[in-house]
């Protein structure tokens, strides 16, 4: 669900037309719809409604600060993993009480910071995370509330470079260095083991993986002390959309898939979506500088590369693209498929393969599905400026990004 929608064969960002927005800002250009995430948004608080769960929107799917204080404003709360996004979150003035910090490489100057500002929770992914948590707050003379992060060992049908609750991942800790630490909170002076923290992957489109974690976590904590602190159950983010031919579950599905488990299991429950809020939110404009034909390829290669975009480089990702205006050139039609590529100086880039597009060059292309990790994901490869970012709110645009300068790329560098 989204307010992208063609109107005699024009596409539209709610009540403007996304091409008007290309000429005034240029391209490649990131567009938002703010009545999709705020949609997004309202439909998972009110699936959960029941329990009343904090949603935590996950900074890295999309960080733009007005997009934060959007969210914030709407009552969210911030997930977040790094001493920058805890910068964002500050800079928006997201509640401390709202921020919860996860991330296997916390360093110390990160943690120092995050203690000092007394955010909600960290999100703790080993023990020797503990140890160090525990030794900053104590110089620091603060006891904070920490959330172990559990890896319930699932399979959670996403591609391999997002799925994050397998044994042979990284992330969180196992069920008997879970059970050790719990058992052994006396030893933590400084820090409450107030949670468990799940996050199983991202882009699962049903509920079964998120079910056998649940199983597994009831069964993890009907085996551990009952006198511990556990208050808080955080399920992480995941949640699938619509990019191609998926058929996601609905955040209502979801809910009542998981919503009697999380009843049984009894404590506060803890959201962190991303792309359910932001992905569908936003596409990516770019126009198209030349048409070419090469043995027996075609090709439209478009001012949007992988620096922009890398989602299609690096997970073989499938989005969908159109042209902003779709009254096709007749003098164009052919059936060869044409590859959508970049400008840069790899065969990986590439933004969609094999489409049936025909456009004339100097027009304009979307690609859909760019809200989240687009931006958040970009960077200066090539020498390339990042693109700006405009929110469209009913028939007025806002640029909340602007596109960045050459003396950006270059403003950090000294030449010696
Ligand atoms: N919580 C934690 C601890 C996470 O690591 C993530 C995402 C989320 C929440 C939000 O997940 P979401 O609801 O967006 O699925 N770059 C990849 C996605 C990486 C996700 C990383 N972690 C992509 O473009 O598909």
């Known amino acids: ?25 240029g391209t490649p250009l990131f567009v938002y719809s703010q009545k ?13 409604s029941q329990i009343k769960p904090l949603i935590c929107y996950s900074v890295k799917a999309n960080s733009n600060l007005s997009i934060l204080k959007l969210l914030v404003r709407a009552g969210a709360g911030l997930d977040i993993v ?10 928006i003035n997201c509640p401390f009480e709202k921020i919860v910090y996860a991330s296997v490489g916390k360093t110390e100057e990160e943690i120092k910071k995050a203690v000092r500002e007394g955010i909600f929770m960290f999100n703790v992914e080993s023990r020797s995370e503990l140890e160090r948590i525990e030794k900053i707050a104590k110089k620091i003379g603060k006891r ?12 959670s049908k996403t591609h391999k470079y997002i799925t994050t609750g397998r044994k042979e991942t990284k992330f969180g800790v196992d069920k008997k260095t879970a059970k050790e630490i719990i058992s052994n909170t006396k030893r933590y002076k400084n820090v409450i083991i107030a949670g468990i923290h799940l996050h ?15 199983l597994k976590t009831k069964k993890f904590l009907d085996g ?33 898939n998981i919503v009697p488990l999380l009843k049984a299991i009894g404590l506060k429950i803890i959201l962190e979506p991303g792309r359910f809020i932001a992905g569908n939110a936003g596409i990516l404009v770019t126009k198209v500088l030349y048409n070419k034909e090469s043995y027996d390829k075609r090709f439209i290669v478009v001012d949007a ?8 480089s690096l997970y073989d990702a499938y989005h969908k693209i159109m042209p902003l205006d ?46 989240a990790y687009g931006v958040s994901m970009s960077s200066n490869y090539n020498s390339r400026r990042r693109a700006p970012e405009v929110l469209v709110k009913g028939k007025r645009s806002y640029q909340i990004r602007k596109r960045e300068s050459y003396q950006d790329l270059i403003k950090q560098e000294r030449v010696i």
């Open 1 to 25: 669900m989204d307010y992208f929608k063609f109107k005699n064969n024009i596409l539209y960002c709610e009540g403007i037309q996304v091409k008007k927005l290309a000429k005034k800002y």
């Open 36 to 48: 999709t995430i705020l949609e997004h948004f309202f439909k998972l608080s009110e699936a959960f």
């Open 82 to 91: 790094s001493g920058g996004e805890l910068y964002r979150a500050k800079q």
């Open 144 to 155: 904070v509330q920490v959330s172990l992060r559990l890896n319930p060992d699932v399979e």
């Open 200 to 214: 199983i992957g991202s882009q699962i489109t049903e509920s079964s993986p998120f079910v056998s974690a649940l």
């Open 224 to 256: 551990i002390p009952k006198n511990n602190d556990l208050q808080f159950l955080n399920i992480g983010g995941g949640l699938g959309i619509v990019y191609n031919q998926e058929k996601p579950q609905t955040a209502k599905m979801f809910a009542k």
């Open 305 to 312: 590369a992988m620096n922009d975009f890398i989602r299609p």
């Open 326 to 371: 779709k009254r096709t050139n007749k003098s164009l039609r052919t059936k060869k498929l044409a590859d959508i590529v970049g400008p840069v100086c790899e065969s990986g880039d590439f933004l969609g393969k094999k489409r049936k597009i025909t456009i004339s060059e100097g027009g304009y292309l979307a690609v859909f599905g760019a809200g």
